[in-house]
């Protein structure tokens, strides 16, 4: 999705814009801009394509800037091209705009603005916004003002950042829906959309909230809510260091992301157990125990890989707690009238903690009185703060699109849920024991599987030719074969299918041929012999196989074609590895395609609009 960053203090900020782009760059964008105010004069660069051909075309200009504002954009109205790249001006090009999230009365504001006599030479919505913001400069004659009167017009989502060169002192800010924080640095100051973009510089930043508005200068900044009513805003501290968001000598960060996460599952346990009592402790639920364990039904919402943790938790909650749970799509929740009982509880999943519809969701869920918790990744985003209590994942910053530690350190996460909840129930202390003991074993079990890594790559080697794959799982495993197919079909663009085994011969079983590779998530639980069964049904068709299965399980190397074996542990665990092997099959098979896959077509990794 579209990033934003700006610069304003003593220092060139056009080095400063083009890295901070590139930290944005895992967001994923198709084109990218940067506007400059210098002296008395004004310059706006943009290309499509990636930032590295924009860093060519300035590196020709010799510019040098002390305030300036730079974009990657997604597109939303209009196709990616040069025209439509932000930042976006006014006739005068004195007024300079990038935004992040969608103007969706813009078609409206733009007759209005064209009766006026403005013209418009791009597709977008943005600017339109400029332009509306220019008409009230012209009447209210100060930036500040002429944004607050222009957003008052607005429907839609925005995260904006503005410069003009008759107040060439500061960069005015807003934000309704669309992530932005300001990064505080020693007389020089720095707004973003990510923390990500800023962290070179400083580790002090200020979150802006939905309707804030702020003025930020090199040496303070003033942020205000749309009343124009002045507000004092909290200065935080983040805690993520440079070498954490780079590649650290990995061809990829997916690859470095999925090799990680011995670490990053030991991290969302850490300090998390309480092995003498057979529970967990988790910081962010205290005070709400009892409230989620006397629940009448739990409701996870979330999207993509997220909502695929959910489906697991589904799973884990209800096995453990007996509380029944619902798992639903965020996008389709929050348009639907979903029945919410205040004496329900959801959860709501989110890497990013800034996904347009979770968040949508949330919101819903809140104004009809439900306690809302939050499991997020991200430190200080808006989901995290918008819950009324959560837990942080710890995953560590995820930068590639496709989303791997997240995913199992959100599982790690709602297994520690369940079992608090559980002990508050039902659970005893010997199973509670019995449990802390498997979820410690994991960061090793993972370990173990991630040793299999050329192997698995030599599986891929075979397949990646393929058009057509299914993934077939039952139980705790039909989650993962969901999360196996998405991960093949976003980095590979191969056809994906994920299915409850049993479920191929109502349809996907027509097909299979030899041609078609079908991967089994076949471990040793509670339903192992039924999905021999469906591996039986597959290969009597000449289907490939290949299977995931327990280390311990000799039998099936007979029936498939390929065997990944991984460490077995209670069948509630089980996804946090048996996912492992399916994201390197589709790391190894979209490498191979000598596709990007950290950045793949048309993904975003933070969905910021609806
Ligand atoms: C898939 C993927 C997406 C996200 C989804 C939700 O690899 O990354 O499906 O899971 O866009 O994002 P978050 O978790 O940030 O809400």
């Known amino acids: 999705m579209c990033g934003i960053v700006g610069y304003i203090g003593p220092k ?142 607005v429907e839609g989502t925005y995260g904006i950042a503005v410069i003009y060169k008759n107040e060439p002192d500061k960069i005015v800010v807003a934000r309704k829906g669309s992530p932005l924080v300001l990064g505080i640095g020693e007389k020089e100051n720095f707004v973003a959309s990510d923390v990500n973009a800023l962290i070179t510089y400083t580790s002090q930043v200020v979150y802006l909230e939905d309707d804030e508005i702020a003025e930020v200068y ?84 979330a ?13 884990m909650l209800e096995q453990y707690t007996g509380i029944p749970v619902e798992v639903e799509y965020a996008s389709e929740f929050r348009y639907r009238h979903p029945i919410i009982n205040s004496n329900d509880t959801l959860i709501f999943i989110s890497q990013s903690g800034e996904t347009a519809d979770t968040l949508a969701a949330l919101r819903e869920a809140k104004r009809k009185g439900a306690l809302c918790l939050g499991i997020c990744n991200v430190v200080g985003s808006s989901i995290a703060r918008e819950s009324d209590a959560g837990v942080y994942i710890h995953a560590g910053p995820e930068i590639g699109v496709a989303s791997t530690k997240a995913f199992t350190s ?55 030719n393929a058009t057509n794959f299914l993934y077939l799982g039952r139980g705790y495993n039909f989650p993962v074969a969901l999360e196996g197919a998405l991960k093949l079909k976003e980095i590979s663009y191969i056809h994906a299918e994920g299915y409850p085994a049993a479920e191929m011969k109502h349809g996907p079983i027509a097909l299979i041929d030899d041609n078609m590779p079908v991967v089994f998530i076949a471990t040793k639980d509670a339903v192992y012999d039924k999905v021999i069964s469906n591996i039986e049904e597959v290969k009597a068709r000449k289907g490939k196989i290949i299977a995931v299965a327990s280390e311990d399980d000799n039998q099936i190397g007979k029936l498939v074609d390929h065997v990944i074996k991984i460490p077995k542990t209670v069948d509630m665990l089980t996804p946090i590895l048996s996912v492992i092997p399916l994201q390197l099959i589709a790391y190894h098979i979209a490498v191979k395609k000598g596709l990007n896959v950290d950045q793949p077509r048309n993904l975003a990794k933070s969905v910021t609009v609806e």
Request: proline fraction near 2%; include cysteine.
């Open 12 to 153: 060139n900020c056009v080095p400063i814009l083009i890295e901070g782009l590139k930290r944005l760059e895992y967001r994923g964008y198709d084109s990218a801009g940067i506007a400059l105010i210098y002296n008395d004069s004004s310059e706006v660069i943009k290309t499509k394509g990636k930032v590295d051909e924009l860093e060519k075309m300035i590196s020709n200009k010799n510019l040098i800037a002390n305030l300036g504002i730079g974009h990657t954009r997604w597109a939303t109205h209009g196709e990616p091209s040069m025209i439509n790249a932000h930042p976006h001006f006014n006739k005068e090009k004195n007024l300079f705009l990038i935004h992040n999230g969608i103007i969706e009365n813009y078609s409206t504001l733009k007759k209005i603005l064209e009766k006026e006599g403005y013209k418009f030479i791009s597709e977008t919505d943005t600017e339109v916004l400029v332009n509306l913001i220019d008409r009230y400069l012209k009447r209210k004659n100060n930036l500040s003002t002429a944004i607050r009167y222009a957003l008052n017009e």
């Open 218 to 301: 090199s040496n303070r900044f003033v942020a205000k809510n749309i009343s124009d009513k002045e507000i004092i805003k909290e200065i935080h501290e983040v805690d993520i260091a440079i070498d954490e968001i780079s590649k650290g000598g990995y061809a990829h960060y997916m690859l470095k992301e999925i090799m990680e996460q011995p670490e990053s599952i030991f991290n969302s346990m850490r300090g998390r157990l309480l092995i003498d009592e057979g529970t967990a402790k988790l910081g962010g639920l205290h005070g709400f125990e009892d409230r989620i364990a006397n629940s009448e039904r739990i409701i996870i919402s």
């Open 303 to 315: 999207c993509g890989t997220s909502w695929h943790a959910g489906l697991v938790g589904e799973y």
């Open 410 to 464: 959100q599982l790690v996460v709602l297994s520690l849920i369940t079992l608090l909840i559980a002990r508050k129930k039902q659970l005893s202390i010997i199973d509670g024991k019995r449990l802390i003991n498997e979820i410690q074993k994991l960061p090793e079990y993972a370990k173990k599987i991630l040793e299999l890594n050329k192997d698995i790559g030599k599986i891929a080697d075979k397949y990646f």
